[in-house]
């Protein structure tokens, strides 16, 4: 973990307990994630209890407790997508993968994340990859989405 990035938001944000949700997301800008170390000393420096950064970390879909895969894999699970398959989409990259939802490839190549819905319902099933929308899939096309990436 890079010290001089944690120390300068910490220099930042010391002593400032209404910033944290400012200073968690200059840590997961940097970091892609929030490391336990950084949250631990946030938290001791900002004068906050280490449950609230936590319970603000957890609390918020943006931040996240565990590095991300190069490529974000992101299977739209909405009414449209599941009437048209979404969910065999699913279950044919989770086994491909061997994730499951949230997590990352042991090679770090690739995080599998499920929603609700991309707003995309006119092409489903949709399946998002690093911000690129991809629809009208089945399982064989999915699988070779990720040939690409």
């Known amino acids: 973990m890079e010290e001089a990035i944690l120390e300068e938001v910490v220099r930042i944000y010391r002593g400032k ?3 944290l949700i400012a200073a968690l997301l200059a840590l997961q800008r940097h970091y892609g994630y929030l490391p336990e170390p950084a949250l631990r000393t946030l938290a001791q420096e900002l004068g906050v ?5 936590y319970g603000v970390a957890t609390f918020y879909a943006q931040f996240r407790l565990k590095p991300r ?11 449209a997508c ?5 969910e065999q989409i699913f ?15 042991a ?8 929603v609700s819905c991309v707003g995309a ?21 999915a699988l070779a989405l990720l040939k690409k990436y």
């Open 17 to 19: 307990p209404e910033k």
């Open 49 to 53: 209890p280490l449950s609230k950064v």
């Open 82 to 86: 599941h009437v048209r398959g979404s």
């Open 91 to 105: 279950h044919a990259l989770k086994r491909e993968l061997g994730v499951e939802p949230g997590d990352t490839t």
């Open 107 to 114: 090679d770090g190549r690739f995080t599998l994340e499920v």
């Open 121 to 141: 319902c006119s092409m489903a099933p949709v399946v998002v990859v690093d911000e690129e929308t991809h629809g009208r899939l089945d399982p064989e096309k």
């Open 69 to 79: 895969g190069k490529h974000t894999v992101c299977v739209c699970l909405g009414t």
